[in-house]
């Protein structure tokens, strides 16, 4: 009897999860799948609409600017970390003294909240008295820097804070990269004469593939789920213009009493994060095997 | 392996401190300039530099910060919703790093038919946005009669960290030879004996950065903290984002800085003090998610 219990321990340890798991993730998506096809406002209710919901919101002129900012937002956002994070990692990798050092200060804002990141910023870009008043002490009195308040500038701002927060982790990403290449390739295109520029770009690069690869996919990730420091750096606005799908989700969902429309957002979110996800799974995996 | 060239770019190598340390200015800026304005009064910030340091440093704005700026209706400082985040982490970063190294151990040593597709299944959590989830899991919560509660915001952050915690300790008990499960099967032992006796010892290096990535998502947590929580269950990143958005009499963003490096401390002392085991927990953990 014992020795039976004890064949079945593995799954039983495994069980309360697997309930969770097929409950809480698969089943609320499911959920809110079926909800995003409802009316639902206030409470959930089940008189179907069909695609009633998605058209809305396609028809929703906050939540095109929040598509539009995503997309600005993601493109600035991974190509800035990714240029910045290289190069950086590319020079700390050159014997440099007190490296150690560098590479804490690089990633040490990774470990605060993007709330308090948000915060620190909206104080530095502040109109009044932030840069731009620097500025004016040193007496360029006629700088003007508030794109914090200015509608087609405010997602710019959301841009800087989120490279600031997060391009260190991309140096250290490549930096653990350029370690992991084999010096004996580097000395064999150095004694036919590479110069360094050369075997970067034509060596060491191509190596790192992956590491662009993976870096990638978690900007993108991040980039998508960017939802903590629009609400602490602009709350969204000036008006909604640097909104972002999570903040429009949040928004209508559970202040506006638009749990359908709520649904379909999240429902085009999720979307969104598998097209991007699912062909790197599916390559990862398949690598392994 | 650092990378040395002998040939050429030695004229460089002043350039490349240059950038290095010109960007390790700009990213510590940030901290230094929410540091001094922390220290400054209201007066010195309106009418002083923004990078200068304090003239007379005074701790008026950390002790309002802490205990009497308002926070919405209530003004209590950030002191109360600092204990609500401490009783938040505390289980919730235990229970799913317990949870996490089981169900790790029995993905990695006691493999049955159909728990490769499990793991993949749980994998697929670490990727979705969690706005899909959101409305269903508010609903359970009110079914379960934990809205707006400490436990019930311990509940969501141990279903959803799950994946994460699984996934560390899976990646570190399949490098470990299976042979060692079966011999120790042979001599007699049982599955929990095997776990506490084998495979605990040797865990401490992926308990550090499991517990590390836990503690720095679960205390930076905004999303989950601002949904489900009520007046009284604040997390402090929620906190923090009302004071600074509450504007009762002027606007002191002294109090603010000293806030938001007080809702940031514990985050940043971890990093400083396991630094090596935060990175390592951001480039295992990131990769997958």
């Keep these: 009897m014992l020795a039976r219990i004890e064949n079945y321990l593995p799954k039983i340890v495994l069980a309360p999860t697997t309930v969770v798991m097929v409950v809480c993730m698969y089943g609320f998506i499911a959920w809110t799948a079926v909800l995003s096809f409802t009316k639902s406002r206030m409470l959930p209710q089940w008189d179907f609409v069909g695609w009633d919901q998605y058209e809305r919101l396609f028809n929703n002129p906050r939540w095109l600017v ?60 502040n109109p009044g008295l932030g840069i731009e008043k620097l500025v004016h002490d040193f007496g360029f009195t006629d700088f003007e820097f508030r794109w914090l308040v200015e509608s087609d500038m405010a997602i710019y701002t959301i841009v800087i804070a989120a490279v600031w927060q997060s391009s260190g982790f991309v140096m250290a990403m490549f930096l653990a990269g350029l370690r992991g290449v084999d010096d004996n390739i580097v000395k064999a295109a150095e004694i036919d004469g590479a110069s360094p520029a050369r075997i970067y770009w034509h060596i060491i690069l191509p190596i790192m593939r ?28 000036p008006g909604y213009s640097s909104d972002l799908p999570a903040n429009f989700m949040y928004t209508f969902a559970f202040n506006r009493a638009q749990m359908g429309l709520g649904a379909a957002s999240a429902m085009i979110m999720l979307f969104s994060v598998l097209a991007i996800i699912v062909p790197f799974l599916y390559s990862e995996l398949r690598e392994k095997k | 392996m650092s990378h040395t060239f002998a040939n050429g770019f030695n004229a460089g190598r002043a350039f490349i ?32 530099n923004l990078l200068a340091l304090p003239d007379e440093p005074t701790l ?68 979705i946005p969690f706005q899909v989830i959101l409305l269903p899991m508010s609903i359970l919560l009110g079914k379960m009669g934990l809205a707006n509660t400490i436990s019930g915001l311990v ?15 899976r990646n570190y008990y399949v490098a470990i030879p299976s042979d060692l499960t079966k011999a120790a099967k042979l001599d007699g032992a049982g599955f929990f004996s095997i776990f506490t006796n084998v495979f605990l010892p040797m865990s401490t290096p992926i308990f550090v950065v499991t517990i590390i990535w836990q503690f720095t998502q679960i205390w930076n947590d905004f999303l989950f903290g601002v949904v489900y929580s009520g007046s009284g269950t604040q997390p402090i990143t929620v906190a923090l984002n009302n004071l600074v958005n509450t504007s009762v009499g002027g606007k002191e963003y ?36």
């Design chain 1, 66 to 125: 929040a598509i539009d900012n995503l997309g600005i937002f993601t493109l600035l956002f991974i190509a800035i970390s990714l240029v910045l994070g290289l190069v950086l990692a590319i020079f700390l990798d050159r014997n440099i003294r007190a490296e150690g050092a560098i590479r804490t200060i690089y990633l040490y804002p990774m470990a605060v909240s993007f709330i308090v990141t948000g915060t620190a910023w909206k104080w530095i870009l």
């Design chain 2, 60 to 127: 008026y704005a950390w002790i309002k910060a802490w205990g009497s700026a308002c926070t919405g209706s209530d003004c209590n400082g950030l002191a109360p919703f600092f204990w609500n985040s401490i009783r938040i982490v505390i289980p919730a970063v235990l229970i799913s790093t317990i949870i996490g190294a089981l169900n790790g151990y029995v993905l990695a040593q006691w493999r049955f038919r159909g728990s490769d597709m499990l793991f993949g299944a749980l994998l697929f959590g670490c990727f």
């Design chain 2, 254 to 289: 002294n109090v603010d800085m000293a806030a938001a490096v007080i809702a940031a401390l514990p985050t940043l002392l971890v990093y400083v003090v396991a630094g090596k085991y935060f990175v390592k927990g951001l480039t295992a953990g990131a990769v997958k998610g």
């Design chain 1, 210 to 237: 992956p590491v662009f690869f993976s870096s990638i996919i978690v900007l993108t990730h991040i980039a998508i789920k960017s939802f903590d420091l629009v609400q602490a750096l602009t709350g969204g606005g």
């Design chain 2, 17 to 48: 401190y240059a950038t290095l340390v010109f960007f390790a200015l700009l990213y510590i800026s940030p901290l230094y300039i929410i540091l001094t304005t922390s220290f400054k009064d209201i007066e010195e910030i309106r009418s002083g």
């Design chain 2, 155 to 169: 509940m969501v952050h141990v279903i959803y960290g799950i994946a994460f915690t699984t996934l560390f300790f």
